[in-house]
């Protein structure tokens, strides 16, 4: 029978009210493996609730004792680690080492907020004026709520409620629909780690939760990852609602090749970065700018691994596993026939992949188009699977114009030996993350992730110093003790002597 999935609230699993489900697939076998429910507009409410009630005695709550519970989590998570990746593979279909990977990286900002107590010191000046001392200190939200996409279960959720618990903020996690028992596992692992019950509440449901997280008063900000259009509507809905946002969208990641890199190492970080995770990853290297003459020797060469890629079930744990869903499977597989369509020269095609006693998984295998055009739509728009298109560029500036001008601006990489050509590019390039022979540039934990243009709205990045900003405000206090104060009233501007 199919397993029915709930909410975790206040400290245990809620059955879902609404009567409203979604199918949850384990996209290796193309099984319906769980119904998720949808909440209600009453149930996310009462979610907030339930943070908001827990949310004074989190707050006071000594900085060290919220890093200790945070040291904790992260040995639950390591010492559950397998059982956790195998969990995210059944429903997200990554291969399992990919997926413990995806784990370890949000576990680094969970390293990241046991330094909480540091991160929070606040700013102190002695004797401003005579007898008066000012300080400052960041002090939590209150309630704060995440909105995660499905390509990383696991990882994104930490970006968020490491920081935002460990600044004293309770948090609602509203994961993506089409894989939510492990950001649900991450809950349960939580309040084992010591955190209060309700202090990491995870809701389950679709537009109509997230409709209601903006617009709750209750709520102070809202942190999203998902696709650039609904990053946008969120953007706009909660700041609407006088909340703090941020809201990172999708992207359109080019890589350039220029005539002196390395070839062969070139084409392993491409293939690495255009299909691991079958390209469902918001930093996939989706676009492969050949410059001057480096195009034919690129796609000589990687045509024949794109071909050999090992496609299979997640957990034999080959180079990429099946798509998410069916319905995305299709999408993806459209925008290839639109390619052909569109011109450009499909010089391998994975469209027809089928794999012996998996028929009904999601799989395809990987696609590499070359001679793809600017104005293509293959070319504009975030495609989301194991498709590269290679695009030629006669010059260097050709090159970092033709990325300046893409609507997204998420990740980008340059392969090259010249030093002043990689400086020229990282310098200058309209992107946030950029990388120098790097394929994948994703910030580390103690710094910050974040895109430009319309891979990211609001002013503050995920995790890192930027999180520990978002997730606080600042109070800035001025104090004198009875003998610095003068007699009598003062009605002009005080100026300091
Ligand atoms: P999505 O936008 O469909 O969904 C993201 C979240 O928004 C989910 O929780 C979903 O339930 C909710 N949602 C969906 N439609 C909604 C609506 N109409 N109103 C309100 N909420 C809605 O994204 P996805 O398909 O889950 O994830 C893939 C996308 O996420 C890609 O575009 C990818 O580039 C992007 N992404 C970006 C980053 C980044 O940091 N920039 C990281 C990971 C993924």
């Not at 697939?25 to 907030?48: I, M, R």
């Not at 990554?94 to 949000?106: L, P, T």
């Amino acid at each position: 029978m199919t397993e029915q999935l709930k909410h975790f609230i206040g400290g245990q699993y809620v059955a879902g009210k609404s009567g409203r489900f979604s199918p949850v697939y384990n996209p290796s076998t193309g099984e319906h493996k769980a119904d998720v429910p949808l909440a209600t507009e009453a149930e996310v409410s009462d979610a907030v609730a339930d943070s908001l009630a827990a949310f004074p005695d989190w707050a006071n709550t000594s900085p060290i004792t919220r890093a200790r519970v945070m040291f904790k989590f992260k040995q639950l998570v390591e010492e559950n680690i397998e059982e956790l990746a195998a969990l995210l593979a059944s429903e997200h279909g990554k291969v399992h080492s990919d997926a413990k990977g995806s784990i370890i990286r949000g576990l680094e900002v969970v390293e990241f907020a046991c330094g909480i107590p540091h991160l929070l010191k606040g700013e102190f000046s002695d004797n401003v004026s005579s007898g008066i001392d000012m300080y400052s200190m960041r002090k939590p939200l209150g309630v704060v709520a995440g909105i995660t996409p499905f390509n990383f279960p696991a990882m994104v959720p930490m970006w968020m409620f490491a920081v935002a618990i460990a600044c004293g903020n309770t948090f609602i996690l509203k994961p993506s629909e089409k894989d939510p028992s492990l950001p649900m596992r991450l809950g349960e692992l939580m309040l084992q780690a010591g955190a209060p019950k309700g202090v990491l509440n995870v809701i389950n449901g679709d537009k109509l939760s997230v409709d209601t997280l903006l617009d709750d008063p209750r709520v102070k900000a809202i942190s999203f990852v998902g696709s650039t259009p609904i990053a946008k509507y969120v953007y706009s809905r909660a700041a609407a609602a006088g909340k703090r946002v941020q809201a990172m969208g999708g992207a359109k990641n080019h890589m350039l090749v220029m005539p002196d890199a390395d070839m062969d190492k070139a084409v392993d970080a491409l293939i690495g970065a255009g299909y691991g995770s079958a390209g469902e990853r918001c930093m996939a290297i989706s676009v492969a700018v050949a410059v001057g003459d480096a195009g034919d020797e690129l796609v000589e060469k990687l045509a024949p691994k794109v071909r050999n890629l090992k496609v299979g079930p997640s957990a034999a744990d080959g180079d990429m596993g099946p798509l998410v869903t069916k319905e995305h499977l299709e999408k993806v597989k459209g925008y290839v026939d639109l390619g052909i369509e569109e011109g450009a020269d499909l010089v391998v095609d994975g469209r027809d992949l089928s794999l012996q006693g998996y028929e009904n998984g999601f799989y395809m295998g990987g696609c590499l188009f070359d001679n793809v055009q600017t104005d293509m739509r293959i070319y504009k728009e975030e495609i989301f699977g194991p498709v590269l298109s290679v695009v030629r560029a006669p010059t260097f500036n050709e090159a970092i114009e033709m990325v300046d001008k893409h609507e997204f601006g998420n990740g980008t990489s340059i392969f090259t030996r010249n030093g002043d050509v990689a400086r020229a590019f990282s310098n200058n390039v309209e992107i946030g993350m950029v990388g120098v022979n790097v394929p994948i540039p994703v910030p580390l934990a103690f710094h910050s992730f974040g895109g430009w243009k319309n891979s990211a709205f609001g002013d503050h990045n995920q995790h890192g110093p930027e999180g520990v900003r978002f997730y606080t405000k600042v109070k800035t206090v001025t104090s004198r003790w009875p003998d610095s104060i003068k007699a009598g009233a003062e009605f002009i501007m005080p100026t300091h002597k």
